[in-house]
Antibody, heavy 115, light 111 residues
Framework: QVQLQQSGPELVKPGASVKMSCKAS????????ISWVKQRTGQGLEWIGE????????YYNEKFKGKATLTADKSSNTAYMQLSSLTSEDSAVYFC????????WGQGTLVTVSA | NIVLTQSPASLAVSLGQRATISCRAS??????????MHWYQQKPGQPPKLLIY???NLESGVPARFSGSGSRTDFTLTIDPVEADDAATYYC?????????FGGGTKLEIK
């Protein structure tokens, strides 16, 4: 069955960067786009961007250009998202999701930005 | 970008009654014979749970009390009858044209 296993919670200092992972299983990794979604506590869902692991092509929500960098490692079936120059506004849960006729979601990675 | 306007923002429905949530898109989300509109349920501390995909397809394991309808720009999620476990926030989401956008969410309270 399709599964997306995300990395654990992160506590990072303001101004630093963080890189989180999303390991896929149960399907051919290079055949489906992976999207990333942000959710701040008590807030709605915000699409960050997507990567096509087969080619490495990416497409970003304009709001997250320069903030998020999406990559994928075909050898380990893992997608990554790096967030840079972190501020308190980046404290959130970040989800990865596999696109397709119906989406499959990871469990989320909590990022807390605090000194 | 396609904007999704969800209504109402909150809703209180008596146990056993019907709940109806609407989602309006700023432009059509239809392509290739499909409506790229999906509905999710989210409870605190959990990832979104897919209920309905491609406007009207019930996700496996989701009770038949949930149904979706609509096309182009106007979509509806119906829960009938509501149960206590349905208390949650519901989101519509579109993924036409290689981008995703979400509605603002509807918080459902069960009376």
């Amino acid at each position: 069955q399709v599964q997306l296993q995300q990395s654990g919670p992160e506590l990072v200092k303001p101004g630093a960067s963080v890189k989180m992972s999303c390991k896929a299983s149960g399907y051919t990794f290079t055949d489906y786009v992976i999207s990333w979604v942000k959710q701040r506590t008590g807030q709605g869902l915000e699409w960050i961007g997507e990567i096509y692991p087969g080619s490495g092509s990416t497409y970003y929500n304009e709001k997250f250009k320069g903030k998020a960098t999406l990559t994928a490692d075909k050898s380990s079936n893992t997608a990554y998202m790096q967030l840079s120059s972190l501020t308190s506004e980046d404290s959130a849960v970040y989800f990865c999701a596999r696109e397709g006729e119906r989406a499959y979601w990871g469990q989320g990675t909590l990022v807390t930005v605090s000194a | 970008n396609i904007v999704l306007t969800q209504s109402p923002a909150s809703l209180a429905v008596s146990l056993g009654q019907r709940a109806t949530i609407s989602c309006r898109a700023s432009e059509s989300v239809d392509s290739y014979g499909n409506s790229f509109m999906h509905w999710y349920q989210q409870k605190p501390g959990q990832p979104p749970k897919l209920l309905i995909y491609l406007a009207s397809n019930l996700e496996s394991g989701v009770p038949a009390r949930f149904s979706g309808s609509g096309s182009r720009t106007d979509f509806t999620l119906t829960i009938d009858p509501v149960e206590a476990d349905d208390a949650a926030t519901y989101y519509c989401q579109q993924n036409n044209e290689d981008t995703w956008t979400f509605g603002g969410g509807t918080k459902l309270e069960i009376k």
